[in-house]
Every structure is written in structure tokens, then in C-alpha cells.
Nanobody, 124 residues
């Protein structure tokens, strides 16, 4: 079993920054792809970003490119999401995800493990 615990969410004004963390534990492979999805009220869950095990391959949704940066620390089995220039439309619950494989994907079905989520609210 794999556990993913997110932290770092909160309320921020538009243009501000937040840093999310996701600590993984249990039977997670260091080679697992990890990433983030988000879900805004009344909307479907959407892909945000993913990173491979070495951190040298990433995949970003167009809506966050240039503003969000993902990184990982394999020694701590932790993934970080630095979010800058936040917009009200970034308001959502952010979920940390991990796959059983090294492949990066944009579909929710490609990730086997999900955290409970952390709320990010951006005020205008």
C-alpha cells in the first residue's frame, strides 16, 4: 500500500505564490512517476503536472506552464509543486498522485495512488 499526504495549501491573493508538498510512504517505488491533478468546484478533475523518477522529464498542462514548477526529492520520497503568479482560476483541490510505472501520463487512470487533496484558494 502507498500513502500520499499533501500539505501547503491555503488562501492567497492573485499574483501570489504557494508551495505544495506531497510526502509518499509505503510500498512506493523510487522509479514511480508522480504528479498533481486538481479539481475545481463543479468541474472535472484535470491534470496539472507530472515528473519522472530522476526529475529530468516533466509534463505540464498548458494552463500552468511558466507559472508552476514540479520537483522531487527521492531521498525523502517527496514531490513539490511551486506555484507562482497564481490566478483565481487556479482555485481547486490539488491531489498528489503516483503511478506504478515510470511513464508520465495526463489521464487520471494512469495513476494508481491518490492523496486526499489540499485546498488552494486564490482570491481576486
Amino acid at each position: 500500500q502507498v500513502q500520499l499526504v499533501e500539505s501547503g495549501g491555503g488562501l492567497v491573493q492573485a499574483g501570489g505564490s504557494l508551495r505544495l508538498s506531497c510526502a509518499a510512504s509505503g510500498r512506493i517505488r523510487s522509479s514511480s512517476a508522480m504528479g498533481w491533478f486538481r479539481q475545481a468546484p463543479g468541474k472535472e478533475r484535470e491534470f496539472v503536472v507530472a515528473i519522472n523518477w530522476s526529475g529530468d522529464d516533466t509534463l505540464y498542462a498548458d494552463s500552468v506552464k511558466g507559472r508552476f514548477t514540479i520537483s522531487r526529492d527521492n531521498a525523502k520520497i517527496t514531490v513539490y509543486l511551486q506555484m507562482n503568479s497564481l490566478k483565481p482560476e487556479d482555485t481547486a483541490v490539488y491531489y498528489c498522485v503516483a503511478a506504478s510505472t515510470w511513464r508520465l501520463g495526463i489521464r487520471a487512470s494512469e495513476y494508481d495512488y491518490w492523496g486526499r487533496g489540499t485546498q488552494v484558494t486564490v482570491s481576486s
